[in-house]
C-alpha cells in the first residue's frame, strides 16, 4: 500500500535536492561572471540563505492548513517557474543579472523552506511507523548524496553550457519533483484541526506551535543537541578551506577531495543504516554519532597536521547525518499530527540558526585567536552536552526503548 507512494516521493526529492545543489552552485559562478565581484557572489549566498529562516515557522503553518503534499508541490512548481523566467530575464537584460539572479534566489529559498517542512509533515503520511527510520535514512542519504553529486553535475555540465544555461536544469528537476508529488492522490485524511478552524489566524498557529514545543521538555533537549551539532557543522563548512589551504598549506585539490570524501562517508553512512537499525536502538546511532561529531571537534582544535585534521572534519560532518535521522525519528513521537508542520518548523528553524552563528564567530574572532581554539571550544561545550543532556534522555526518549523504530 505504501511501497510505491515512498519511493516516488523519494525520487521526487532527489531531483528537487539535487536541483537546489545545482542551484546554489550555479548562481555565484552566475554572479561573478556577470559582475566580476566575489562580494557580490558572496552577497547572493546570503540573499538566499536568510528567507529559509525567516519563512520557517511560516511554512509549518502552511503545511498544517493546506497539507503538505500540495504544499511540496506547489514549492517545487513555483521554484521551476522562477527558474525559467530567469534565464529568460537574463537573456533579454544581462545588465541587470544580479539583481535577477538575488530575487531568484530569494523566492527559491522561500520555497525550499516550504518542502523541507512540507516534507516533514508528509512521510508520515506515507509510511507506516515501523518503517519510519528507514525513510528517514533514505531521505537524509539523499540530501547527502546531492550536496556531494549536485555540484559536481553541476561542474560537468559547463563543458557544454554557460552558467546561466544550468538553471534550465535546475528549471526541469524542479518541474518532474513537482510533478511526480501531484500524481499522488490525498494521502491520509485531512487533520480535523485543520478542518475544523479552517480561518484560524497565522499569529495563534505561530503561538501554537510554541506552545507545542515547550510543551514537550524532550524536543526541547533535541533542539539543544541539534543546535551544538549545527555549530559544529557550521564551523567546519566556513574554516574548511582556511585551515586546509591556509593554515596546513595544501592545495585547492586537496581541500576538494576532502569534501568528496566526506561525502563518500556519509553516503556509506546510511548504506549501513539498515544493518544498524537491526542491531541497534535508534538512540543508540544517535548517541554515537552526537559523541563522534563531538571527538571530530575536538581532533580539529587539536590537531596538527592535515590528516588528523581530515579524520576530525570528517567524525564531525560526515556521522552527523546519523544524528539527524535520530532528531527527525523521535520527534514525531512527541508531536501530534496536526501540528506537526508548525511545531517542526520552530525546530528546524532553532537548529539551524546555529550555522550563521559559527559564520560570525569566525568573522569576529578569526582575527585575534586561532580558528582551531573555536572547534576545541565547542568540542568541549559538545561532550558536556552529551553527559549532561544526551545520556539523561534516555529514559524517556521513545527510541531508545526496546519496541524501538527498525526499518
Given at each position: 500500500m505504501y511501497g510505491w507512494r515512498i519511493w516516488l516521493f523519494l525520487g521526487a526529492r532527489l531531483f528537487s535536492t539535487l536541483g537546489d545543489q545545482i542551484l546554489q552552485f550555479a548562481v555565484p559562478l552566475i554572479v561573478y561572471a556577470a559582475t566580476g565581484s566575489v562580494s557580490l557572489s558572496g552577497l547572493?549566498?546570503?540573499?538566499?540563505?536568510?528567507?529559509?529562516?525567516?519563512?520557517?515557522p511560516f511554512a509549518g503553518v502552511l503545511s498544517d492548513r493546506f497539507g503538505g503534499r500540495r504544499i511540496y508541490a506547489a514549492s517545487d512548481s513555483v521554484r521551476a517557474v522562477a527558474c525559467f523566467g530567469a534565464v529568460l530575464a537574463v537573456l533579454h537584460w544581462p545588465g541587470h543579472t544580479f539583481a535577477l539572479t538575488a530575487v531568484l534566489m530569494a523566492l527559491c529559498a522561500f520555497c525550499y523552506a516550504q518542502s523541507f517542512i512540507a516534507l516533514e509533515t508528509t512521510v508520515p503520511e506515507l509510511v507506516p511507523e515501523a518503517d519510519l527510520a528507514k525513510a528517514q535514512s533514505l531521505l537524509q542519504m539523499i540530501n547527502n548524496g546531492s550536496s556531494v553529486f549536485g555540484p559536481a553535475l553541476g561542474g560537468a555540465l559547463l563543458f557544454w553550457a554557460a552558467p546561466t544555461q544550468l538553471l534550465w536544469v535546475v528549471g526541469a528537476m524542479f518541474a518532474v519533483s513537482a510533478c511526480s508529488v501531484v500524481t499522488l492522490k490525498e494521502l491520509g485524511t485531512p487533520s480535523a484541526k485543520r478542518?475544523?478552524?479552517?480561518?484560524?489566524?497565522?499569529?495563534?498557529e505561530l503561538r501554537a506551535g510554541v506552545r507545542g514545543l515547550v510543551a514537550a521538555p524532550v524536543l526541547l533537549s533535541l533542539v539543544g543537541l541539534g543546535m551544538v551539532v549545527n555549530l559544529m557543522v557550521g564551523l567546519a563548512m566556513t574554516t574548511g578551506a582556511a585551515l586546509s589551504v591556509g593554515h596546513f598549506k595544501v592545495g585547492n585539490s586537496a581541500f576538494a577531495s576532502l569534501q568528496m570524501t566526506v561525502g563518500a562517508l556519509s553516503l556509506v553512512t546510511f548504506f549501513l543504516m539498515p544493518w544498524l537499525t537491526r542491531r541497534f536502538s535508534v538512540y543508540r546511532i544517535g548517541a554515537a554519532s552526537f559523541a563522534a561529531s563531538a571527538f571530530g571537534g575536538l581532533l580539529i582544535g587539536l590537531g596538527g597536521s592535515f590528516p588528523v585534521y581530515v579524520a576530525g572534519y570528517g567524525l564531525c560532518i560526515g556521522l552527523c547525518g546519523l544524528f539527524n535521522v535520530f532528531i527527525r525519528v523521535e520527534r514525531l513521537h512527541w508531536i501530534a499530527p496536526e501540528e506537526r508542520g508548525r511545531v517542526i518548523s520552530f525546530i528546524v528553524l532553532l537548529n539551524q540558526s546555529t550555522m550563521p552563528v559559527a559564520g560570525l564567530l569566525v568573522a569576529v574572532t578569526g582575527?585575534?585567536?586561532?580558528?582551531?581554539?573555536?572547534?576545541?571550544?565547542?568540542?568541549?561545550?559538545?561532550?558536556?552536552?552529551?553527559?549532561?543532556?544526551f545520556r539523561p534522555l534516555r529514559s524517556k526518549v521513545v527510541t531508545a526503548q526496546s519496541a524501538a523504530v527498525r526499518a
Open positions: 547572493a549566498f546570503m540573499i538566499e540563505w536568510l528567507p529559509r529562516l525567516v519563512s520557517l478542518a475544523r478552524d479552517p480561518e484560524r489566524s497565522v499569529a495563534r582575527g585575534a585567536l586561532p580558528v582551531q581554539w573555536l572547534f576545541l571550544a565547542t568540542g568541549i561545550v559538545a561532550c558536556a552536552t552529551y553527559v549532561f543532556v
